[in-house]
């Protein structure tokens, strides 16, 4: 299945792209999302979990950055993973840009999702895939707003940036907040509150 999503950045393109390109700075801002390895400046191992309608879903699997073309702000994503449980898997590329929007920034998002085995039933609802898309986006938006008006851009630590063998920092580990974004993403694809385990 195919979608689209998008999202503003209060930044020019040319420093959207640098703080969008730089992974270790913007995995924490991915509801449910942790790093877990750089390989090389392309290549990623991460985590993700996921609620589609009442079932969670944990994926492990790898991200690769392809066609990154500086001069147009623009690059692929490939991402791969597996649920947890051996419930299936899931498949997805998507194409971003970033353009000029008013004085900032707009991210455009194009996903080609392909899921297989169990998870296929559960996230057979087109539209709650697209739902549930759109809500870890915003909260992705939201996230990574919130950082840029405490560190802007320029000023991140550079110090490990590049160096696949450096320890990963601390904020690209699971955080409290992501737990409180996963539970209001159940509540606003669900309608309903509870714990969301």
Same mark, same amino acid.
């Given at each position: 299945?195919?979608?689209?999503?998008?999202?503003?950045?209060?930044?020019?393109?040319?420093?959207?792209?640098?703080?969008?390109?730089?992974?270790?700075?913007?995995?924490?801002?991915?509801?449910?999302?942790?790093?877990?390895?750089?390989?090389?400046?392309?290549?990623?191992?991460?985590?993700?979990?996921?609620?589609?309608?009442?079932?969670?879903?944990?994926?492990?699997?790898?991200?690769?950055?392809?066609?990154?073309?500086?001069?147009?702000?623009?690059?692929?994503?490939?991402?791969?993973?597996?649920?947890?449980?051996?419930?299936?898997?899931?498949?997805?590329? +998507?194409?971003?840009? @970033?353009?000029?929007?008013?004085? *900032?920034?707009? #991210? !455009?998002?194009?996903?080609?999702?392909?899921? $297989? /085995?169990?998870?296929?039933?559960?996230?057979?609802?087109?539209?709650?895939?697209?739902?549930?898309?759109?809500?870890?986006?915003?909260?992705?938006?939201?996230?990574?707003?919130?950082?840029?008006?405490?560190?802007?851009?320029?000023?991140?630590?550079?110090?490990?940036?590049?160096?696949?063998?450096?320890?990963?920092?601390? +904020?690209?580990?699971? @955080?409290?907040?992501?737990?409180? *974004?996963?539970? #209001? !993403?159940?509540?606003?694809?669900?309608?309903? $509150? /509870?714990?969301?385990?």
């Amino acid at each position: 299945m195919e979608f689209d999503n998008s999202f503003d950045v209060p930044l020019a393109p040319p420093d959207a792209w640098t703080v969008l390109m730089d992974i270790r700075r913007i995995a924490p801002c991915m509801p449910g999302a942790a790093l877990t390895e750089i390989i090389d400046p392309q290549n990623f191992r991460g985590k993700i979990a996921v609620r589609l309608g009442p079932v969670a879903l944990a994926f492990a699997g790898k991200v690769a950055f392809e066609n990154v073309d500086e001069a147009n702000h623009s690059a692929k994503v490939k991402a791969q993973g597996s649920d947890d449980k051996g419930r299936g898997a899931a498949n997805a590329t +998507a194409t971003f840009r @970033i353009e000029p929007s008013g004085g *900032g920034s707009r #991210v !455009l998002i194009h996903t080609d999702l392909m899921l $297989s /085995g169990a998870v296929a039933q559960y996230g057979r609802g087109v539209g709650m895939i697209q739902a549930t898309a759109a809500q870890i986006i915003g909260q992705f938006a939201a996230n990574l707003r919130k950082q840029l008006e405490q560190q802007p851009a320029g000023t991140a630590d550079a110090s490990n940036q590049g160096d696949p063998a450096a320890p990963l920092p601390e +904020a690209a580990k699971p @955080i409290g907040g992501i737990s409180l *974004g996963a539970k #209001v !993403l159940w509540q606003q694809v669900t309608g309903r $509150s /509870g714990d969301k385990s």
